[in-house]
Each structure stands twice: as structure tokens, then as C-alpha cells.
């Protein structure tokens, strides 16, 4: 059974960091591309965050280039989102997601075999 379990959600200040991880089970993580994604009260779930098997290759959302930051390690079956400068607009579930794909990545939803629960990200002053 596969699982994705994420960590790392909190209530923070605007200009705050966090860090969320996504610990996967159950399956090849190696062979995934690994992906964030947020979904605000209301809204839709958005891309935030991709990074590929091979871990050079990365996307980031425009909203959050150059203060998120995306990595992985795959001895820890795990992928990482590093949020500095967090923004009100931050504020949203943020979910893990797997994608069995041999070269890049892709964004849309539909896309991914398998999602965590989702952790909360609050940011207000």
C-alpha cells in the first residue's frame, strides 16, 4: 500500500520559514517525480512545486520562485519544500503528490498516481 505522509505544516508570521516533508512508503520513490501542490479555502488545488527523478530538474510556480525551494533525497523516500518569506497568500493545504515518469514532470492534477493527506500552512500576522 502507498503511502505519502507529510509533516512540517504550522502557523507562522509573514516573512517566516517553514520547511514541509514527504515521507513516501510502498512505493519505487526513486521512480517518481515528486510534486507539491496547495489549495487555498475555496479554491482550486494548485501546482506549487516539481521536482523530477533526476533532481536537477525542478518547476516552481511563479508565485513562489525565488522563495520556495524543492529537493529530495532518495535514500530517505523523501521530498522536501523549503518556504522562506512566506506571504498571507501562502495560507493553504499543501499536498505531496508521486508521479511514475521516467523523464520531466508534469503539472497538472490528474497527472499524479498518489497524494498524501495534506498539512496546513497558516500565515498571518
Known amino acids: 500500500q502507498v503511502q505519502l505522509v507529510e509533516s512540517g505544516g504550522g502557523s507562522v508570521q509573514p516573512g517566516d520559514s517553514l520547511t514541509l516533508s514527504c515521507v513516501g512508503s510502498?512505493?519505487?520513490?526513486?521512480?517518481?517525480?515528486m510534486a507539491w501542490f496547495r489549495q487555498a479555502p475555496g479554491k482550486g488545488r494548485d501546482i506549487v512545486s516539481v521536482?523530477?527523478?533526476?533532481?536537477?530538474?525542478?518547476y516552481y510556480a511563479d508565485s513562489v520562485k525565488g522563495r520556495f525551494t524543492i529537493s529530495r533525497d532518495n535514500t530517505k523516500r523523501t521530498t522536501y519544500l523549503q518556504m522562506n518569506s512566506l506571504k498571507p497568500e501562502d495560507t493553504a493545504v499543501y499536498y505531496c503528490?508521486?508521479?511514475?515518469?521516467?523523464?520531466?514532470?508534469?503539472?497538472?492534477?490528474?497527472?499524479?498516481?498518489?497524494w498524501g493527506q495534506g498539512t496546513q500552512v497558516t500565515v498571518s500576522s
Open positions: 521536482v523530477a527523478r533526476a533532481d536537477s530538474i525542478t
Open positions: 503528490a508521486a508521479d511514475l515518469r521516467t523523464f520531466g514532470y508534469a503539472l497538472e492534477y490528474s497527472a499524479y498516481d498518489y
Open positions: 510502498g512505493l519505487t520513490f526513486s521512480n517518481y517525480a
